[in-house]
């Protein structure tokens, strides 16, 4: 079975917001191989490496790392929750991670050797996921903050005022307390610290300012797109009523010739017509009004939806089953952004199902939240090549073999649903083995 990557999307922020929660979540999952890290390489290096590093401090240390991580973890995921348009939450808590971690990091460098450690070369790594992620008037004072707390404990421990940690067989001979080294050796340090900073914050400020505006680029190409659309909507809907006038014989009588000809206009038309609307409906994608939310009774909706597409379930003897999930929870939605998913969805599983075929739907809520929802949708129609698998979603994509089942689709269908679900905080998942069916899966929370 061929399985769709899960997506997952945030309608109320912009691409760059999303690609720092994105960042910060990563860097939480860093940290979580960091703590082990912490707690694993000492004992490695006294086993293997023959040194003499005191586990319990390494120990200790990882364990508020895992501690702190936690933290961060479940308050980014109540931030994420609340849906929050405001990025201070999230520059704030990428500020606090930053410096916690300069901390700890200066203090395991002081427990593994100090100036001798080779723990210092991680400052730079830190910097540079710094400077990736916060801004960069952020980055020169974090810059400064790792600056000052390695260059101040290089120097308590050269003038005697908190005690070395020499670590055993590291280093043939201490340096802690060699002049020359130490301020040539922090001058070097520091001056690699802020040209770091300097080079990956400008390469990053660069790009986001090249991302901003080939963003509102496409912006301004949506709008005059969609105001085109738009327009030519009402003479498009007005010649395919005009010319069934005319095929209806309320004009008087028509030649056979005549009457094909307009038979094909008027279905050529009232194609336009659904890609006009259908691009409108895309267009609308991203302009969610929670205020207008109401609480849905999803099975309810899909009965209604199904009933509409009785006549063509029946003329092509499909078996359509329908099992509804018991106590389903409401979902708090627009109704018409539910409607566009399920009937979008249920209209390919007919169109695309062969006669005498099965349609199987099914609704439950998710065992580790009622709030959450699942919806199947599963056919037994043309299927989906591998090859074709990672596109279906893709905006005027469709696959050689619907082309040849209706040749008037639009391919918008899957692209409008995808991103109505990504809008809610749902994910979207399809399986499918070619010549044998098609499982659309949605969680919807």
């Not at 520091?190 to 496409?218: A, C, F, G, P, W």
């Not at 302009?287 to 597409?309: C, F, G, P, T, V």
């Not at 409401?330 to 952004?337: I, P, T």
Request: charged share 25%; aromatic share 12%; glycine share 6%.
């Amino acid at each position: 079975m061929n399985k769709k990557n899960q997506f997952s999307y945030r309608p109320d922020i912009t691409l760059l917001q999303k690609e720092l929660i994105r960042d910060i979540s990563w860097f939480i999952i860093l940290r979580w191989h960091a703590a082990l890290g912490i707690m694993i390489i000492p004992w490695l290096a006294n086993s293997i490496l023959g040194l003499h590093i005191k586990l319990n401090i390494f120990i200790f240390l990882g364990v508020m790392v895992l501690f702190i991580n936690s933290c961060y973890f479940y308050y980014v995921r109540v931030l994420k929750k609340r849906h929050l348009t405001d990025m201070v939450y999230f520059y704030r808590i990428a500020d606090l991670q930053s410096n916690l971690d300069i901390i700890i990091l200066t203090i395991l460098i002081h427990y593994s050797g100090g100036i001798e450690s080779p723990l210092a070369f991680y400052y730079v790594f830190h910097i540079i996921i710094t400077a990736i992620i916060t801004p960069k008037r952020l980055c020169y004072i974090h810059t400064a903050f790792a600056s000052l707390l390695f260059s101040s404990l290089v120097l308590l421990e050269y003038f005697g005022i908190i005690p070395h940690v020499s670590i055993s067989g590291l280093l043939p001979l201490e340096l802690h307390d060699k002049g020359a080294y130490i301020f040539g050796g922090l001058f070097f340090f520091v001056s690699t610290l802020y040209i770091t900073s300097y080079l990956t914050s400008t390469i990053s400020s660069r790009l986001k300012t090249s991302y901003i505006e080939l963003q509102n680029m496409d912006r301004e190409k949506t709008q005059f797109t969609l105001k085109i659309t738009h327009e030519l909507r009402a003479p498009l809907g007005a010649v395919r009523s005009l010319v069934k006038v005319i095929i209806d014989g309320y004009t008087g009588e028509l030649p056979q010739k005549v009457r094909e000809l307009l038979v094909r206009v008027e279905r050529r038309a009232s194609f336009l017509l659904i890609m006009v609307n259908k691009l409108l409906e895309l267009f609308a994608v991203g302009k969610i009004k929670m205020e207008e939310a109401i609480d849905i009774d999803i099975n309810l909706l899909i009965d209604r939806i199904i009933k509409s597409y009785e006549s063509r379930i029946k003329e092509a003897q499909i078996k359509l089953t329908f099992k509804k999930g018991d106590k389903l929870s409401l979902f708090r939605a627009r109704e018409d952004d539910m409607e566009l998913i399920f009937s979008n969805l249920i209209d390919n599983a007919v169109k695309y199902t062969p006669e005498k075929g099965d349609i199987f739907i099914k609704t439950m809520n998710l065992a580790d939240n009622n709030k959450r929802l699942k919806v199947l949708i599963r056919d037994s129609g043309i299927g989906i090549k591998t090859e074709d698998m990672e596109n279906i979603f893709k905006e005027f994509f469709r696959t050689r073999d619907a082309k040849e089942i209706a040749k008037e689709g639009t391919g918008l269908g899957l692209s409008i649903v995808k991103k109505i679900v990504e809008q809610y905080g749902g994910k979207i998942y399809v399986e499918s083995e070619y010549g044998k069916g098609t499982t659309f899966t949605l969680e919807l929370q």
